[in-house]
Antibody, heavy 122, light 107 residues
């Protein structure tokens, strides 16, 4: 069955970086975009960006430009999200999600990882 | 960026009631609109894609409609397991913004 399994919770100090992994199984990893969505405590969902594991192409929301990096290792079907220059406002649960459907990226997110809690605190 | 506005932000209702949640886009998005359900401490779950297509395994009491800028999620007869927060998301263009969510609570 399709699964996305994320790495465990992280605690970082302001200014540091974090790298979260998302291991895919049960489907052809390079056939679907991986999106990242975050949720601050008690808040709604915020879409961060996408990565195509086949060619490594990415697209990021403007607010994260310059400090967000999405990469992958196709040999182990794993996607990564690295966020740098962390601030307290980056404290959130981070989710990876599979994008299903063609239409040039106009797709739905049909499978989600379990989420990774990131706490940024001095 | 396309803004997504959901209403109401919360509602109190009872088992067996009909629930309607609205989602309005700041510009036309065709039918590139998805609905998700999220329960506390868990990841969102896809309910409806492309405005009106029920995801596999989702009960038929859930339905979606709309196109352009105005969309509706309907739960025909609310069940105990439906108390959750619901989000719309446009997938027409990046950034693929979500609505602020609608929390469905027990009256």
């Amino acid at each position: 069955q399709v699964q996305l399994v994320q790495s465990g919770a992280e605690v970082r100090k302001p200014g540091a970086s974090v790298k979260v992994s998302c291991k895919a199984s049960g489907f052809n990893f390079i056939g679907y975009d991986i999106n990242w969505v975050r949720q601050a405590p008690g808040q709604g969902l915020e879409w961060m960006g996408w990565m195509n594991p086949n060619g490594g192409n990415t697209g990021y929301t403007q607010k994260f430009q310059g400090r967000l990096l999405m990469t992958r290792n196709t040999s182990i079907s794993t996607a990564y999200m690295e966020l740098s220059s962390l601030k307290s406002g980056d404290t959130a649960v981070y989710y990876c999600a599979r994008g299903r459907g063609g239409n040039g990226g106009k797709y739905e997110l049909d499978y989600w990882g379990q989420g990774t809690l990131l706490i940024v605190s001095s | 960026d396309i803004q997504m506005n959901q209403s109401p932000s919360s509602l109190s209702t009872s088992v067996g009631d009909k629930v309607i949640i609205n989602c309005r886009a700041s510009q036309s998005i065709g039918t590139f609109l998805n609905w998700y359900q999220q329960k506390p401490g868990t990841a969102p779950k896809l309910l409806i894609h492309a405005a009106s297509n029920l995801q596999d395994g989702v009960p038929s009491r859930f339905s979606g409609s709309g196109s352009g800028t105005d969309f509706i999620l309907t739960i025909s007869r609310l069940q105990p397991e439906d108390f959750a927060t619901y989000y719309c998301q446009q997938s027409y263009s990046a950034p693929k913004t979500f609505g602020q969510g609608t929390k469905v609570e027990i009256k």
